[in-house]
């Protein structure tokens, strides 16, 4: 049994112009998933192939899609996850692709999505970016940061990010970031 459909198999062997004739006059389904339920978007996204992911917006491909069982991770991410519920915004900052993570949320993505375990993409980008937390703190609970540090940290707070938002261990994007770090001294 195939684990693939020809369209998502192209996508995943960053095949363009197999994409392109597949979506084009072969009509596949944009949305439609492999047998472990990976849309094509998220394998774009993952691979971060801003080219092959706008061909799949440009085809229709639903900007909140989301994996059912974590496969996306767990076949596309460096360090994999079994996480379900992954969009396609939560890979592009797993990637750090500031370019794709813009892009998703110029499309109007759900930038405070969660996955099955409660994670939003800012928990994620927080996580991967533990030198902006001295920059986080202030009365109002807004973080600030410094672009340079974490773009993608900064394009999902622009775009309404919910830095308040818990995930199911009750953590924060902002908390996240702190229990990874020993010198609190900027507290």
């Known amino acids: 049994m195939q684990a693939h459909t020809p369209l998502t198999a192209a996508v995943h062997q960053r095949a363009t112009d197999y994409v392109k004739q597949l979506l084009g006059t072969e009509r596949a389904n944009p949305n439609e998933p ?3 339920g990976v849309p094509p978007l998220l394998i774009a996204a993952r691979s971060g192939d801003l080219r092959l992911f706008s061909l799949l917006l ?6 909140n899609a989301s994996d059912s069982d974590g496969a996306a991770s767990a076949l596309h991410c460096p360090c994999p996850s079994s996480t379900p519920g992954h969009t396609v915004l939560h890979l592009a900052v797993q ?3 500031v370019d794709m993570v813009k892009l998703i949320l110029a499309k109007g993505c759900k930038v405070n999505a969660q996955t099955n375990e ?3 993409a800012l928990h994620y980008a927080m996580d991967s970016n533990l030198e902006i937390v001295g920059e986080c703190f202030s009365t109002d609970a807004s973080l600030r940061l410094h672009a340079s540090h974490n773009s993608c940290s ?5 775009a309404g990010a919910d830095v308040n938002l818990l995930d199911l261990s ?6 996240n970031a702190v229990i990874e770090v020993r010198d609190l001294s900027f507290v």
């Open 95 to 97: 990637g750090d692709n």
């Open 118 to 120: 409660g994670a939003s």
């Open 154 to 158: 900064e394009a999902l707070l622009e």
């Open 34 to 36: 492999n047998l472990r």
């Open 170 to 175: 009750g953590h924060s994007p902002l908390h």
């Open 58 to 63: 440009e085809a229709g491909a639903d900007i």
